[in-house]
């Protein structure tokens, strides 16, 4: 008797399409909370239930200790056919009955709210202490600038200089050095850029000569960081971002901001947060 399939509650239109597009893959990595899947080079991740969504997302019903008890491995083959995704012929995932969720972001803020918004990031990453870029854009002074931090200021203050030249290609060059600075499973650097694409968009500066500038150069050097990290970075090119990202222009204080943020990994979300505050505060510098 064929066991029953784990339940997936929840994936993005992204993942959905790459799921109906792709009939196998392989197991790209287990972590204790994750397995990535590789579909035509493509990453997907089966997570626990309690994993905030993104682009890449299968969120499941199970928990962290049920996930790392499955029998898979990396490399095991991928199978999926009819709404189902099977590791390895062991264990199967139906996504039948999951909320599809559409995560491209294409939400404007007015112009009359980005000062408040503005101000409610800075705020939130006054509260942060994840040791991350949140060090940059607050006035915390860190007991010791690590070597990541100093890189990362050097080439802010060089893309500055550029943007007040309205040099964008020497800008997006400059700032595409932060590609896979930082440690863990997405760089600092990375989530960073991340955010600021993010920014752009919330913006309304996709016709700005900046954005084709800039997301040129994060293409070219995908290559430049480890697989997951250039996954994010390739939905992000695409306009797909996380639930939280989408939500944020609809959240209305730095506690709030900062609790659904502070989900996404240890420093990734308050990474992508100022990456998002590095566009809002350099906006008078791109109009």
Request: net charge neutral; glycine share 6%.
């Amino acid at each position: 008797m064929t066991a029953s399939p784990f339940i997936i509650t929840a994936i993005s239109e992204y993942a959905l399409q790459l799921l109906q597009k792709h009939p196998f893959g392989i197991i790209h990595s287990v972590y204790r909370k994750t397995i990535n899947l590789s579909l035509n080079g493509q990453l997907l991740a089966l997570q626990t239930y309690t994993s905030p969504l993104s682009p890449l997302s299968l969120i499941t019903k199970l928990n962290a200790e049920q996930m790392e008890c499955l029998p898979v491995k990396e490399g095991d083959p991928v199978t999926i056919q009819n709404g189902v995704l099977s590791l390895h012929h062991c264990c199967m995932f139906s996504w039948n009955a999951a909320y599809i969720h559409n995560l491209k972001l294409s939400e404007q803020i007015p112009k009359t709210q980005i000062p408040s918004l503005t101000s409610l990031i800075r705020e939130t990453l006054s509260m942060q202490s994840a040791g991350g870029f949140e060090l940059l854009f607050t006035d915390k002074i860190p007991p010791d600038d690590t070597l990541i931090l100093v890189a990362a200021r050097k080439y802010l203050s060089k893309t500055r200089t550029y943007l007040l030249q309205r040099h964008w290609n020497e800008a997006s060059h400059t700032l595409c050095r932060l590609i896979g600075l930082g440690l863990g499973l997405t760089p600092s650097g990375d989530d960073f850029l991340c955010g600021v694409l993010a920014g752009l968009h919330l913006c309304g500066l996709l016709s700005h000569p900046f954005y084709p500038a800039l997301s040129s150069q994060i293409q070219v050097h995908l290559t430049d960081t480890n697989d997951i990290s250039a996954a994010f970075l390739h939905c992000a090119l695409q306009g797909q971002f996380s639930l939280a990202v989408n939500r944020l222009p609809s959240m209305i204080s730095a506690s709030q901001i900062l609790s659904v943020f502070r989900e996404i990994g240890h420093s990734s979300g308050t990474d992508t947060l100022c990456g998002i505050y590095y566009v809002l505060s350099t906006l008078p510098l791109l109009t």
